[in-house]
Nanobody, 121 residues
Framework: QVQLVESGGGLVQPGGSLRLSCAAS????????MGWYRQAPEKQRELVAT???????NYADSVKGRFTISRDRAKNTVYLQMDSLKPEDTAVYYC???????????????WGQGTWVTVAS
């Protein structure tokens, strides 16, 4: 089993900053993509940012220049630094990882439980 545990969400004023963390643990042979998605009330889940070992990070247009994704591969952890936050960034943020649990196991997606980010004055 693979677990993804997020932390760092909360309430912040517009213009403020938050840093989300997501640590993957359990049966992990290899991890390719790690990333963040979000889902606002009554909206579909959307991509925020993703990170792969070999390519430049990918960001949603709405967060480019404000959010930064980074990884610590030794710790199987991905971070999302969120600056200049806006009320429209309010959502549940989900961590995602594309994992091979064992050397002979198929790759599959895993999700964290989500963490709330609320941007309000």
């Amino acid at each position: 089993q693979v677990q993804l545990v997020e932390s760092g969400g909360g309430l912040v004023q517009p213009g403020g900053s938050l840093r989300l963390s997501c640590a993957a643990s359990g049966s992990i042979w290899n991890i390719n993509t790690m990333g963040w998605y979000r889902q606002a009330p009554e909206k579909q889940r959307e991509l925020v940012a993703t990170s792969t070992p070999t390519e430049s990070p990918n960001y949603a247009d709405s967060v480019k220049g404000r959010f930064t994704i980074s990884r610590d591969r030794a710790k199987n952890t991905v971070y999302l630094q969120m600056d200049s936050l806006k009320p429209e960034d309010t959502a549940v943020y989900y961590c995602n990882a594309y994992v091979q649990p064992n050397y002979d196991a198929p790759w599959r997606d895993y999700w964290g439980q989500g963490t709330w980010v609320t941007v309000a004055s």
